[in-house]
């Protein structure tokens, strides 16, 4: 199986900046993209960033400017360095990785367990 384990996360006052990092392991194929999503108390859960495997990258209008996404190809890492910290930006923040575990599977999302971020005003 595919695990994924995320660190960073943590309390910041607005203005501040925060690293996240997830790295995938186990039995995995090939990753075709990575990515952090977030989810506030009563919001959707969006999309924040996303990298493909070609070196594409997304990211929500709300974050363009202060966050940037990144891989480690060699350590199946994503990192998602966040600035400028917005008391809005106060989320669970899950990492997702779309990968092929074997090559005669098609390809699965797996999920981190989530870390908290809180940014005060």
């Known amino acids: 199986q595919v695990q994924l384990v995320e660190s960073g996360g943590g309390l910041v006052q607005a203005g501040g900046s925060l690293r996240l990092s997830c790295a995938a392991s186990?039995?995995?194929?090939?990753?075709?993209?990575m990515g952090w999503f977030r989810q506030a108390p009563g919001k959707q859960r969006e999309l924040v960033a996303a990298?493909?495997?070609?070196?594409?990258?997304n990211y929500a209008d709300s974050v363009k400017g202060r966050f940037t996404i990144s891989r480690d190809n060699a350590k199946n890492t994503v990192v998602l360095q966040m600035n400028s910290l917005k008391p809005e930006d106060t989320a669970v923040y899950y990492c997702?990785?779309?990968?092929?575990?074997?090559?005669?599977?098609?390809?699965?999302?797996?999920w981190g367990q989530g870390t908290q971020v809180t940014v005060s005003s």
């Open positions: 186990g039995s995995i194929f090939s990753i075709n993209a």
């Open positions: 997702n990785v779309r990968a092929v575990p074997a090559i005669t599977l098609g390809s699965k999302d797996y």
């Open positions: 990298i493909i495997s070609g070196g594409s990258t």
